[in-house]
């Protein structure tokens, strides 16, 4: 079965730091760009940031520059998005999906395999 699933989510305060899993299986990520989207209540889901099967970073929002980064570990077939310096803003279902080699314009139609999602609450 192909899937991804992520992992990580929680409750952190302000200023506070996670990393997010997306770990797939059923399918090897090294052919894959992988995108994370979020969906705030109330709001249209965006993405955040992706990765290229190659390697390259796209980031996709503004607002989250020089506080996200995302990564990637083929041999573990994972792809991780560290978060720092959090805010309220941030709080949102983190969905991580997959698009054949490159990230592109980050057009929501061109990633399939979509995750359960995982919660991120940013309060104190």
């Known amino acids: 079965q192909l899937q991804l699933v992520e992992s990580g989510g929680g409750l952190v305060q302000p200023g506070g730091s996670l990393r997010l899993s997306c770990a797939a299986s059923?399918?090897?990520?090294?052919?894959?760009?992988i995108g994370w989207f979020r969906q705030a209540p109330g709001k249209e889901r965006e993405g955040v940031l992706c990765?290229?099967?190659?390697?390259?970073?796209?980031n996709y929002a503004d607002s989250v520059k020089g506080r996200f980064t995302i990564s990637r570990d083929n041999a573990k077939n994972t792809v991780y998005l560290q978060m720092n310096s959090l805010k309220p803003e941030d709080t949102a279902v983190y969905y991580c999906?997959?698009?054949?080699?490159?990230?592109?314009?980050?057009?929501?139609?061109?990633?399939?395999?979509w995750g359960q999602g995982t919660q991120v609450t940013v309060s104190s």
């Open positions: 059923g399918f090897s990520l090294g052919y894959y760009a």
């Open positions: 990765i290229s099967s190659s390697g390259g970073r796209t």
């Open positions: 999906a997959r698009r054949p080699w490159a990230c592109g314009t980050g057009a929501q139609v061109e990633f399939t395999s």
